[in-house]
C-alpha cells in the first residue's frame, strides 16, 4: 500500500496537497486539466520535488526523505529515458547496477528483458539509432529488470501514434504483471486512463483526489472533471 | 531538484577549490616570512601599474573591434576550406609565446616581411617596438578567441530569425539593429574583459617588444624586485596589485562572459540570406584575407625558420621536449582532477560565483607562487627536486579559469537533461561521472585538455626559478639555446615546440569529438 | 651467469657512488647548459677530485638570499662584480685561499673572497656588411643618426644591462641623463636578458647589440663568420669580471679548495675561452688558444670596485630609467 498521508507540495504560489492510499498492485491513472499539478504529483512521489507537510509511507516504511532510486519505484519520464552515449543494453543494465557492473547473469537478465519488449537484437545499438517506440521499449525493458513494486510513468508516449501508444500501454500492463507491481501514470487522453487504469487519481484545483474505480468516475464525472472531459 | 536528490558529492568539488585558495595562500605566507620592511610603491612600479592597465584596456579593445567583421564575415560566408581556416585562426591562442615572437618578428619586425615590402613600396617602415608592439602581439594572441567567442554567437542565432528577416526584406541597418546589435552587446562586454584579464599578467610579451622602462608590466616589475633587489616586500605588493587589478576584472569576466564553445560546431553553416551586395561581399573577403594573413603568416615564419634550423637542434633538446611533453601530460591529469570536481560543484551550486576562485590561476603572479612555495619548501627538501612538481601545479593552475568555463556549461546541462533519470536510476557519485558527465561532456573535456597542455607545453615558468640542470622543459632548452648564440637550433627548437603544442591539443580535441553524440 | 655480473656491477657501482663525496656548485642557467663551460668543467674536475660535481642552477644573488646559512652550495660560480657586494653582505662566503698575484687581469685585483674566472668588456656588436661605418667613439655612437638602432638589456633584470649603466655613468658622470636622452630614439628594445638582444641582432632586428667585446671570437671560431665586430672606443669599456666564491658553512672545505685551485689551473683556463666565449682570468695572453690574442680589445679599461659599484648603481638605473621613460 502507498499512503499519501496529508502531504501538501508548495512551489511559488501553487499549491498541492492530497490525502489517500493506493492499495499496492493498481493500475492507476492521473489525470486532470494541463496545470493543475499531475507531474508535480507524482514528482513528489518520486522524491523529486520536496513535500510541505505530510508523510509518504510505502508498505509501511516511511520514505518522506528518502532517495528517489530508494523508494521502490521504476520511474518512465516524457523523455531523455535513455542516455544517448550509452548502449540500449547498457540503458537496461543501469537499471540492475548503477555502476554499470554486471555480472554474466544479470547480462543475461538485460537480454532477457530487451527479448520480452521485442528488441531481441538491439542491446548494441545507440538510442539515437531506434525509433521513438524502440526507445519506449528499451525504458520498459529497463523498468522490468528494475522489479520495483511501482512504476512511475509521466506521460511516457505522448509523443507516439493512437495505434503504437495503445500498443505500449498494453505492454506496460503486461510488463506490471509480470513483475506485480502497481502502476501510476500521469496521461490526459482519458482513453488511456480506461484502457489500462482500474481507477483514476483526479487532480484540480489545488487537490488531487483519492482514486475512484476508472468505469464509474469516467462514467458519471463530477463537475470539475466533466468540465476538463468537456 | 529535492535536497535529498544531488546527483554528484560536492565535498572533492570543494576540497579542490580550497586546495586553490591553500595553494595561492601559502605562497603569499611563504613570501610574508621573508619580508622585512615594506616600502611604498615608487615611480617606477606606479608606471608598470600604469602601463599595464593601458596596454590591456587597447589589446582587449582592439581585439574586440577588429573580431566583430571577421566574425561576421565568417559567420555568413561558405568558401571551400571554411573549416580548416577557422580552425588555423584559433591557433595563436594556444601557440607559445616565446615561439610566437619569433614569428611576429619575422613579419612586423624591423628586417621582417613587412616592411620589407613596405620599403619597395617608398613607405615609411613601421615599428613593432614600444607599446605599440607590445598591443600588437597581445591582439595577435586574443583576436582568436574574440572571433570565437563571437562566430559562435551568430552561430547561436536561431536560423528561423535568419529565415523570417529575409521572408520580410529587412536591410542591413535594420538587421543589424534588430539581430546583430543585441549579440554583440550579450557577447563584447565579457570578452572584452577576459581579454583584459589575460593582458594583465602579460609578461614575456613585454620583454622583448616593450621597447625600455616606459613598457613594464606588473609582472616584469615583480621579476625585477625579486631579481635585482631582492625586494620581497615590493614584489608581493606588486603581485596584490595585480591580483586586485586582475581579480576584479576576472568577476566582471564571470558575469559577463559567454562560455568557450569547443571546437565541434563551428563547421554548421547556417543558410544566410543578407549580404549578397557586392560591396558586402568584397568587404567580407577582404576582412577575412587580412585577418587570415595576420594570424597565419607568422606561423608560416616559424615552420620555414625552423625547418631550416631543425637539423641543428641538438639531441638533449629532444629529450627535453620529452620531459615538457610529459609534464604537459601530468599537468593535464592534475587539471582534470581539479577542474572536474569543481565545475560538478559549481553547476550544482545554485549561484556560480564560485568560479571566481578558478580565476586565481589567471590573475595571480606564476613568479610569487614559484618563490613562495620554494621558501616554504626548502627547510624541508631541495626545491631543484620540487621544480618539475611545482611547475605541473602553476601551470594546471593557469589553464584552471579556462577549462571552468568550459565545462562548467556542459556539466549543467547534462544534469538539467539526465538528473532526475540518474537519481531515479541510483546513479551517483563516482558511477555519475563515469557512466553520465563524462562521456556527456567529452568534447568539452577533450577541449579544456588539449588547452592545458598546449598551454603547459609552451610555459617558460618557474622551472627558471630555480630549475634542474639535468631536466629541463623544451621551451627553457630554446632559451638557452638562444643564450649560447645558437639562434638556429633556437628556430629549430621553436618548430619542434610549436608542433608539440598544436599537436597535443589536436590529439586530446580529436579524442573528445571522435564519436561525440549528437544532443 | 650474466645476471650476476650485473647485479656485481650494479653493486659495486652504487657503493662506490655512496662514498663519492658531492660538491655542488650553484651556477646560473647559462652556464650549465650544454653549450656553456659547465659540462667541460664537470668532467675535467671529477677526472682529478674523485667527487662529483653536481651543478643547481638559477638566479644566483636571490637564491642564496632565500636560503641564507641553509644553502646547499658548496661554490657558487659566475657573480660579476658588481653583484658581489650583495653576495657578501650575506656574509655566507670565506676566503678563496688562492694567489691573486697569478691573476692576468687587465686590473689589479686584491679581493681575498671573490677569485675571478673569466672577464670581458661590454662592447657595442656590428655585423661589419650592414654596418660600413662604425661609430669609432661613444660620442660618435650618440652622434649617429636615429634610424640606427640598438638593442640594450634592462639593469634591473641582466648583468650585462647594469654593467651598461655603469659604463656610461663611468664615461659621462654627471651627464648621463643626456647621454641617455641622445641613446633613446636609437634604442630599438630593452630586453630581460643578453640572449633576447643578441638574437634581435643576428635575426637583423637591429644595428647593434650591447654585449661583450669576445662576442665577435664566438662568430670566428665556432663558425667561421668573421664579419661580427665589436666597436671598440677610445673612452673606454667597462670591465665585466665573473668570480667564484666559497661557501662558508662546507661540507667538503677540502674539494671547494681543490676547486678553487683547479679554477687558477691551466686546465680550467684554457677551457674557458671557447667554452664560455671570454677571457681567461690567469693565463697570460700567449698562452690564449690559436687566433685568441688577435681579438680587438680597448685599450682603456672602465672598472668601478664592488663598493664604488654598490654606491653608484641606485642613481645610475634610476636615471637609466627616468630618462627613457620620457
Not at chain 3, 133 to 145: G, H, I, Y
Not at chain 3, 220 to 241: L, R, S
Request: hydrophobic share 50%; glycine share 8%.
Amino acid at each position: 500500500m502507498l499512503s499519501l498521508n496529508k502531504i501538501e507540495i508548495v512551489q511559488g504560489s501553487f499549491n498541492l496537497g492530497a490525502h489517500f492510499d493506493v492499495t499496492a498492485g493498481q493500475k492507476v491513472a492521473v489525470v486532470g486539466p494541463s496545470g493543475a499539478g499531475k507531474s508535480t504529483l507524482v514528482g513528489a512521489i518520486c522524491g523529486f520535488i520536496d513535500l510541505r507537510t505530510g508523510q509518504l509511507i510505502l508498505a509501511g516504511r516511511d520514505i518522506t526523505n528518502a532517495q528517489p532510486d530508494a523508494r521502490d519505484m521504476a520511474i518512465l519520464f516524457q523523455d531523455n529515458n535513455l542516455f544517448p552515449h550509452l548502449t540500449i543494453a547498457q540503458n537496461v543494465g543501469l537499471g540492475i547496477c548503477p555502476a554499470l557492473r554486471l555480472t554474466s547473469d544479470e547480462t543475461a537478465q538485460v537480454h532477457k528483458a530487451l527479448q520480452r519488449v521485442g528488441l531481441t537484437n538491439f542491446g548494441s545499438r545507440k538510442p539515437s539509432e531506434l525509433s521513438g517506440g524502440q526507445q519506449s521499449r528499451a525504458a520498459l525493458a529497463r523498468a522490468l529488470v528494475q522489479s520495483k513494486t511501482w512504476m512511475i510513468l509521466d506521460e511516457p508516449f505522448a509523443a507516439l501514434g493512437p495505434a503504437l501508444r495503445a500498443e505500449m500501454l498494453d505492454l506496460v500492463a503486461e510488463v506490471a504483471d509480470e513483475t506485480n507491481a502497481g502502476i501510476m501514470m500521469v496521461t490526459h487522453a482519458p482513453e488511456d486512463a480506461r484502457r489500462i487504469a482500474d481507477s483514476v487519481v483526479f487532480v484540480a484545483d489545488g487537490v488531487a483526489h483519492g482514486p475512484q474505480a476508472t468505469a464509474g468516475l469516467f462514467d458519471n464525472p463530477p463537475p470539475a472533471l466533466k468540465a476538463y472531459l468537456g | 531538484m529535492a535536497r535529498n536528490a544531488k546527483p554528484i558529492n560536492n565535498v572533492t568539488g570543494i576540497a579542490a577549490a580550497t586546495f586553490i585558495v591553500v595553494a595561492v595562500l601559502l605562497a603569499f605566507v611563504g613570501i610574508g616570512l621573508r619580508v622585512d620592511s615594506v616600502s611604498g610603491l615608487g615611480p617606477a612600479e606606479w608606471q608598470a601599474i600604469r602601463f599595464t592597465i593601458l596596454q590591456s584596456l587597447l589589446s582587449a579593445f582592439l581585439s574586440c573591434v577588429l573580431a566583430v567583421p571577421v566574425a561576421r564575415a565568417l559567420a555568413r560566408r561558405r568558401f571551400w576550406g571554411r573549416t580548416f581556416l577557422i580552425t588555423l585562426l584559433g591557433a595563436p591562442f594556444i601557440l607559445p609565446v616565446i615561439v610566437a615572437m619569433l614569428g611576429l618578428l619575422a613579419i612586423f619586425g624591423r628586417s621582417g616581411v613587412l616592411n620589407d615590402i613596405l620599403a619597395m613600396l617608398g613607405i615609411t617602415k613601421i615599428s613593432i617596438y614600444g607599446l605599440q608592439g607590445v598591443v600588437l602581439a597581445h591582439v595577435f594572441f586574443n583576436l582568436p578567441l574574440a572571433i570565437r567567442l563571437l562566430v559562435q554567437g551568430w552561430q547561436g542565432v536561431p536560423a528561423e530569425r535568419f529565415r523570417l528577416s529575409a521572408q520580410l526584406g529587412i536591410g542591413p541597418g535594420m538587421m543589424f539593429r534588430l539581430i546583430e546589435l543585441p549579440l554583440l552587446l550579450r557577447i563584447l562586454p565579457g570578452t572584452f574583459a577576459l581579454i583584459f584579464v589575460i593582458c594583465l599578467t602579460s609578461f614575456a610579451v613585454a620583454l622583448t617588444l616593450g621597447g625600455g622602462p616606459r613598457a613594464t608590466t606588473i609582472e616584469l616589475a615583480v621579476y625585477q624586485a625579486f631579481r635585482f633587489d631582492f625586494n620581497l616586500g615590493r614584489a608581493a605588493l606588486l603581485s596584490l596589485v595585480q591580483l586586485f587589478v586582475a581579480g576584479g576584472a576576472a568577476v566582471l569576466v564571470f558575469w559577463l562572459v559567454p562560455s568557450i564553445s569547443f571546437g565541434g560546431g563551428m563547421d554548421r553553416m547556417q543558410r544566410r540570406w543578407d549580404g549578397q551586395g557586392r560591396g558586402a561581399r568584397f568587404l567580407d573577403s577582404a576582412f577575412i584575407f587580412v585577418a587570415a594573413s595576420f594570424l597565419t603568416l607568422p606561423l608560416f615564419a616559424i615552420l620555414i625558420s625552423g625547418l631550416r634550423g631543425l637539423l641543428e637542434v641538438p639531441l638533449i633538446v629532444w629529450l627535453s621536449a620529452w620531459t615538457s611533453l610529459w609534464v604537459a601530460l601530468i599537468s593535464v591529469l592534475v587539471l582534470l582532477g581539479t577542474a572536474l570536481p569543481m565545475a560538478g560543484w559549481i553547476a550544482t551550486s545554485r549561484n556560480g560565483s564560485v568560479e571566481v576562485i578558478g580565476s586565481l590561476g589567471l590573475s595571480v603572479s606564476p613568479l610569487m607562487i614559484g618563490t613562495g612555495w620554494f621558501i616554504l619548501i626548502y627547510p624541508y627538501a631541495n626545491p631543484t627536486d620540487w621544480a618539475l612538481l611545482v611547475t605541473i601545479a602553476v601551470n594546471a593552475m593557469m589553464a584552471l579559469p579556462f577549462a571552468l568555463r568550459i565545462l562548467v556549461p556542459s556539466i549543467r546541462e547534462t544534469l538539467q537533461t539526465y538528473g532526475r533519470l540518474s537519481a531515479a536510476l541510483g546513479i551517483s557519485g563516482f558511477a555519475m561521472w563515469r557512466c553520465v558527465l563524462w562521456p556527456r561532456s567529452r568534447p568539452q573535456i577533450g577541449f579544456a585538455a588539449g588547452l592545458a597542455a598546449a598551454l603547459s607545453v609552451g610555459d617558460l615558468g618557474v622551472i627558471a626559478l630555480f630549475g634542474d640542470p639535468d631536466r629541463s622543459t623544451l621551451p627553457l632548452q630554446m632559451y638557452r639555446l638562444m643564450g649560447s648564440y645558437r639562434t638556429d637550433a633556437a628556430a629549430g627548437a621553436a618548430l619542434i615546440l610549436l608542433v608539440l603544442a598544436f599537436g597535443l591539443f589536436w590529439i586530446m580535441d580529436y579524442w573528445g569529438r571522435r564519436n561525440a553524440i549528437a544532443k | 651467469m650474466k645476471y650476476s655480473t650485473f647485479a656485481a656491477g650494479v653493486l659495486t657501482a652504487t657503493s662506490a657512488f655512496a662514498e663519492t663525496p658531492i660538491l655542488t656548485v650553484y651556477a646560473g642557467d647559462y652556464f650549465t647548459s650544454e653549450w656553456g663551460p659547465g659540462p667541460v668543467i664537470e668532467k675535467s674536475f671529477e677526472e682529478i677530485c674523485e667527487c662529483d660535481l653536481q651543478f643547481s642552477t638559477g638566479d644566483l644573488v636571490p637564491r642564496l638570499l632565500l636560503e641564507g646559512a641553509r644553502t646547499k652550495a658548496d661554490v657558487v660560480i659566475g657573480l660579476t662584480s658588481d653583484v658581489t657586494a650583495k653576495a657578501r653582505a650575506t656574509e655566507l662566503f670565506a676566503p678563496h685561499g688562492q694567489d691573486n698575484t697569478a691573476l692576468t687581469l687587465p686590473i689589479a685585483w686584491t679581493d681575498e673572497t671573490f677569485l675571478p674566472f673569466n672577464y670581458g668588456h661590454t662592447a657595442f656588436i656590428y655585423n661589419e656588411t650592414t654596418m660600413e661605418t662604425p661609430p669609432a667613439s661613444f660620442d660618435a655612437l650618440l652622434a649617429m643618426p636615429d634610424d640606427v638602432k640598438i638593442v640594450i638589456q634592462d639593469p634591473r633584470t641582466s648583468l650585462s644591462g647594469l654593467a651598461l649603466v655603469l659604463w656610461v655613468d663611468s664615461v659621462y658622470g654627471e651627464n648621463s641623463a643626456k647621454v641617455w636622452a641622445q641613446l633613446a630614439p636609437k634604442i630599438l628594445t630593452v630586453t630581460k636578458d643578453w640572449s633576447s638582444s643578441y638574437g634581435l641582432f643576428t635575426d637583423g632586428e637591429a644595428d647593434m647589440v650591447l654585449s661583450y667585446t669576445t662576442s665577435p671570437a664566438y662568430h670566428m671560431f665556432a663558425e667561421d663568420d668573421f664579419t661580427k665586430k665589436a666597436a671598440i672606443f677610445p673612452e673606454g669599456h667597462y670591465f665585466m669580471v665573473e668570480t667564484v666564491g666559497k661557501i662558508a658553512g662546507t661540507d667538503q672545505p677540502e674539494l671547494v679548495d681543490a676547486f678553487m685551485s683547479y679554477v687558477m689551473s691551466e686546465d680550467f683556463q684554457t677551457v674557458i675561452p671557447t667554452a664560455n666565449w671570454s677571457l681567461p682570468s690567469a693565463l697570460p695572453t700567449d698562452q690564449w688558444p690559436e687566433g685568441w690574442a688577435q681579438l680587438p680589445l680597448p685599450e682603456k679599461v672602465l672598472f668601478y670596485s664592488e663598493e664604488e659599484s654598490k654606491a653608484v648603481q641606485e642613481k645610475a638605473i634610476e636615471t637609466w630609467r627616468a630618462t627613457l621613460s620620457q
